[in-house]
């Protein structure tokens, strides 16, 4: 039975929380600022979007609000800056850069090369328990280093943290794996919603292959998001030898830029913690949010992602995910470069966004209230129908053959006409004809 823990310390006592509380937790952001005039964009074989939407400004803002227990901020990426961030010496106690040729030995946009390689940092100073994000990650609610850890045997140890389970049953496996190779064969786009699934299902082979003991036996892992999640390095290193050794190698550590055909970290390092080591289960909730409903969507959840993803996106797309993340976190960090000209637009913007988001909730009640009316309205109807029919029938007065489109009532010489007009809908008529004919005893 796999049991999702909500206390906020499971061992609840003070020495385990003294050892948490001195662990020192580090963030881990993969980042590229598309906006530098300095980026040499040709040594870079694939980018999977062609601008920057500075998410990652709200992405600190997130975290300096509801995560200030963070010890420092490691920015990986190929730019020797970002953009928006204040001079680097006066950053630096908090957050630190680090480029991608320093830390992987070349360029290279095979994001998963670095991921599966994080166990390296340890020579950059970051700390063995970290939280790795994406840019465009967020932490939408406060939130305590016991929601990311807990303690076991003395150790700080990364909690699962996922808000359901899935099943993955071999014969299902192998069937969509092969379904979207074949969609990927016939695909011409290196990126896209058929690479992923691919990947997904290459990833959950994989997982069956280390794990299941029978060809015919399913298995639970913990449901990935696309949000952050925490890891010891010491873990990534471990799943790292196992890919290495794996005929995977090549997809996943090598290659120069994304292709079909890799192993996904996320997925991977959750289910192979939760495996093998049983780790605790922490449940924080979250979302992922497409960037055309940035605007529609609700954000009260801990953990969310507002997806710029890869394809054609539409700049009013990112604008208006632009204008959604500023009202989320409309606070400065005390590091950045405040855009005044939008703050100031996007101050005008959030406000009737809000106004408008409000004036929906009413619309909508409104319309829920007035669906209700609509309903019982109807029932009561059907009601009055009923008792009409009942009445008569019971009444030995009739014997009913149906037609394709008239009612014919036997036994009255008289013809009866019932005009019901019933609500919302014009001049609705039925008909009900009784012609002369002989009785018919009953």
């Not at 001079?87 to 994001?111: A, P, Q, R, T």
């Not at 950059?124 to 280093?145: A, H, P, Q, R, T």
């Not at 080591?277 to 992602?305: A, D, E, G, M, W």
Request: aromatic share 16%.
């Amino acid at each position: 039975m796999i049991k999702i823990y909500n206390e906020v310390n499971l061992n609840g006592n003070s020495i385990n929380n003294s050892i948490l509380e001195r662990e020192p937790i580090d963030i881990l952001i993969k980042y590229i600022d598309l906006r530098d005039p300095d980026l040499n964009r040709n040594e870079i074989h694939q980018i999977s979007k062609d601008y920057d939407n500075e998410e990652l400004r709200y992405s600190l803002r997130s975290i300096f609000e509801n995560i200030s227990w963070i010890r420092k901020i490691f920015i990986l990426m190929p730019n020797k800056k970002v953009r928006f961030l204040k001079d680097y010496n006066l950053i630096k106690d908090k957050i630190v850069y680090i480029n991608d040729k320093e830390f992987l030995g070349y360029d290279s946009s095979n994001y998963n090369a670095f991921l599966f390689r994080y166990w390296k940092m340890k020579k950059f100073g970051i700390s063995d328990n970290i939280i790795v994000m994406d840019d465009d990650c967020f932490i939408g609610n406060k939130l305590e280093k016991s929601d990311f850890f807990y303690v076991k045997d003395g150790k700080v140890i990364p909690s699962i943290v996922t808000s359901n389970f899935i099943k993955i049953e071999p014969k299902f496996v192998q069937e969509n794996f092969e379904l979207f190779e074949k969609k990927v064969k016939n695909n011409k786009e290196e990126q896209g919603g058929d690479e992923f699934n691919y990947s997904k299902y290459l990833t959950f082979s994989f997982i069956l292959k280390l794990f299941n003991t029978s060809s015919n036996e399913s298995i639970f892992i913990p449901k990935f998001t696309h949000n952050a999640i925490p890891v010891n390095l010491n873990d990534v290193k471990e799943i790292y030898k196992l890919v290495y050794k794996s005929k995977y190698k090549y997809h996943t550590l090598e290659c120069l830029y994304r292709i079909a055909g890799y192993l996904q970290f996320q997925i991977f390092i959750l289910s192979y913690t939760f495996l093998k080591y049983n780790r605790r289960v922490h449940n924080i909730p979250n979302t992922f949010v497409q960037i055309y409903n940035s605007i529609s969507s609700k954000y009260n959840y801990s953990l969310l992602c507002i997806n710029t993803g890869a394809g054609n996106i539409s700049y009013l797309s990112f604008y208006k995910a632009r204008i959604t993340m500023e009202y989320l976190f409309p606070i400065p960090s005390p590091y950045e470069i405040i855009d005044y000209s939008f703050s100031k637009i996007a101050f005008k913007l959030s406000s009737s966004m809000e106004e408008s988001i409000n004036s929906c909730k009413k619309r909508n009640s409104q319309i829920s209230k007035k669906n209700e009316f609509h309903k019982v309205f109807l029932i009561l109807i059907i009601f009055i129908f009923i008792l009409i029919f009942l009445k008569i029938k019971y009444s030995g007065l009739y014997k009913i053959y149906t037609t394709s489109r008239i009612v014919r009532i036997i036994n009255n010489s008289s013809k009866i006409y019932f005009f019901f007009n019933i609500y919302k809908f014009n001049a609705f008529k039925i008909f009900i004809r009784m012609n002369k004919c002989k009785r018919i005893n009953a």
